[in-house]
């Protein structure tokens, strides 16, 4: 089954680079890339349960995709335009570095919260709870940093970075609600039972995206 998956992964990487072969290399040309993959492989496990074998699938696939030289033509043009990749890439980085911002903020207004209430002699469940900024601020962290392109990389799809952003939110989010119930209810059975409802939704999710995930470092750095 797992063979037969990376064999299907494998087909339409291939298949799509061959397609764009000789287009210039462009963040833009990454994302349609990866939205492309995604389309085929859900078209591919459609017709699998429709009773299909793995190459018949991939053959309809292919067929359902229609005429994809509009696109090959208008990636070759934004690979030539260094004008239209600058905007992108500097309308991206301005998104990320503003997403980084905000979530280092957050996380750094919930740990000083947290501290100011500690000093002030306040209960303890107060002084946990300002921890849900850092929760905010970690998830918004990880998507504006996973979606901001490098020099060696380009950056995630946005929906597969939002799914990163949601695992480690409820990773997160996991200790947050087992130190407020601890404090809360005095019972450490209940804050470990809340915690774990939370982390294994967000450890789970976070396992399969890194088992999912696919190459984003760019061939000339």
Same mark, same amino acid.
């Given at each position: ?126 002084? +946990?709870?300002?921890?849900? *900024?850092?929760? =905010? @601020?970690?998830? &918004?962290?990880?998507?504006?940093? $996973? !979606?901001?392109?490098? %020099? ?40 470990? +039972?809340?915690?774990?409802? *939370?982390?294994? =939704? @967000?450890?789970? &999710?976070?396992?399969?995206?890194? $088992? !999912?995930?696919?190459? %984003? ?5």
């Amino acid at each position: 089954m797992l063979n037969n998956k990376n064999n299907n992964d494998t087909k339409i990487k291939t298949y799509i680079d061959n397609l764009f072969s000789g287009v210039g290399e462009s963040q833009q040309l990454f994302d349609l890339k990866e939205e492309l993959a995604t389309n085929m492989k859900e078209k591919i496990a459609d017709y699998q349960s429709r009773g299909m074998d793995d190459e018949q699938a991939f053959k309809e696939a292919v067929i359902s995709m229609g005429d994809l030289s509009g696109l090959v033509d208008e990636m070759r043009k934004v690979g030539q335009d260094m004008a239209k990749q600058s905007v992108y890439s500097t309308m991206t980085a301005r998104i990320s570095t503003a997403g980084i911002v905000a979530g280092v903020l957050l996380v750094l207004f919930g740990l000083l919260t947290s501290a100011m209430l500690y000093f002030m002699n306040l209960p303890a469940l107060e002084v +946990s709870g300002a921890g849900i *900024f850092i929760v =905010a @601020g970690g998830a &918004l962290l990880t998507y504006s940093t $996973l !979606t901001r392109e490098t %020099r060696k990389k380009y950056g995630m799809n946005k929906i597969r970075a939002a799914l990163y952003a949601l695992s480690i939110g409820l990773i997160l989010f996991s200790l947050f609600v087992g130190i407020t119930t601890r404090f809360s209810t005095g019972e450490t059975y209940t804050a470990i +039972s809340s915690f774990m409802v *939370f982390f294994l =939704a @967000g450890f789970g &999710l976070f396992l399969f995206l890194i $088992l !999912t995930g696919t190459d %984003r470092r760019k061939e000339k750095t």
